[in-house]
């Protein structure tokens, strides 16, 4: 890249400007994609261990069969494209056979099919993923499920990464899937056994997880560290919450 920055695309939305900018980072002197909304920082390519391990410790929570000796695969959701490292760490594992990723910025969706971003081919490619576009709080709030194809079908595992966290969401509409009455909506998509798993900006919330507990038969914070080439010898961290839905539920 020749330039040192480039806005690749803005757009506004009903939530605040988006935009899609690449720039060479100087300290590291990598090609770093960033997403803004607004004056927040969405995503960036430079840290994205939180999001990688989401859909790994999301999934491992799930035993191996889980999807049944006999079945072809896990049918997986997540909410939040982003720049898509979730997804591309959900469709690594060998038993998936579905990926939905509902996303409420059809831009951010364009941004795949078109290529902008470095994973865009990998995932619009990959014939187990889609992208659509939707409110995930509206679907996982509703009974017709997070997959338009499959109203009212359940999933073996639902992903989340769209606010910074719990307690610091991007529209206040968002705030009520967080308490225990949103949740409960929320396990009804999930097969018995199945596993919701939620990244954050934060440290463990105390209070949060005990929601979880609450509508969940397991409920559990990680703490996710990785190296910040901003802060040399320092390590920043994410959280994920993963929580277990009963066998027999």
């Known amino acids: 890249m020749s330039m040192r920055f480039e806005e690749i695309d803005w757009r506004p939305t009903p939530m605040g400007d988006i935009s899609l900018r690449?720039?060479?980072?100087?300290?590291?002197?990598r090609e770093v994609?960033?997403?803004?909304?607004?004056?927040?920082?969405?995503m960036s390519s430079l840290f994205t261990?939180?999001?990688?391990?989401?859909?790994?410790?999301?999934?491992?929570?799930?035993?191996?069969d889980a999807a049944?000796?006999?079945?072809?695969?896990?049918?997986?959701?997540?909410?939040?494209?982003g720049l898509g490292y979730t997804a591309r760490a959900v469709l690594e594992d060998?038993?998936?056979?579905?990926?939905?990723v509902v996303?409420?910025?059809?831009?951010?969706?364009?941004?795949?099919?078109?290529?902008?971003?470095?994973?865009?081919?990998?995932?619009?490619?990959?014939?187990?993923?889609?992208?659509?576009?939707?409110?995930?709080?509206?679907?996982?709030?509703?009974t017709e499920g997070l997959d338009p194809r499959r109203p009212g079908g359940r999933l073996h595992a639902i992903l989340l990464d769209v606010d910074h966290s719990p307690r610091h969401v991007l529209h206040p509409s968002h705030a009520p899937f967080y308490e225990e009455a949103g949740l409960r909506a929320l396990s009804e998509h999930l097969?018995?056994?199945?596993?919701?798993?939620?990244?954050?900006?934060?440290?463990?919330?105390?209070?949060?997880?005990?929601?979880l507990g609450r509508v969940f038969t397991t409920a559990e914070?990680?703490?996710?560290?990785?190296?910040?080439?901003?802060?040399?010898?320092?390590?920043?961290?994410n959280t994920v919450y993963v929580a277990g839905k009963g066998a027999g539920t």
């Open 22 to 29: 690449r720039r060479l980072d100087p300290v590291t002197g």
């Open 33 to 42: 994609y960033e997403v803004k909304l607004g004056d927040e920082f969405l």
């Open 49 to 64: 261990a939180g999001e990688t391990e989401l859909a790994r410790l999301g999934l491992a929570a799930l035993p191996w």
């Open 68 to 81: 049944g000796p006999d079945a072809p695969g896990l049918d997986v959701a997540v909410g939040g494209l």
């Open 94 to 100: 060998p038993r998936v056979r579905s990926l939905v």
């Open 103 to 142: 996303d409420a910025l059809p831009d951010v969706i364009r941004w795949h099919q078109e290529k902008l971003v470095p994973l865009g081919e990998a995932l619009v490619s990959d014939g187990r993923c889609r992208l659509v576009r939707g409110d995930f709080f509206e679907r996982a709030a509703g």
């Open 191 to 211: 097969h018995p056994g199945g596993v919701f798993a939620l990244w954050s900006d934060d440290p463990p919330d105390e209070e949060f997880t005990a929601v």
């Open 221 to 237: 914070a990680h703490v996710v560290r990785f190296d910040n080439p901003y802060r040399p010898g320092e390590e920043s961290a």
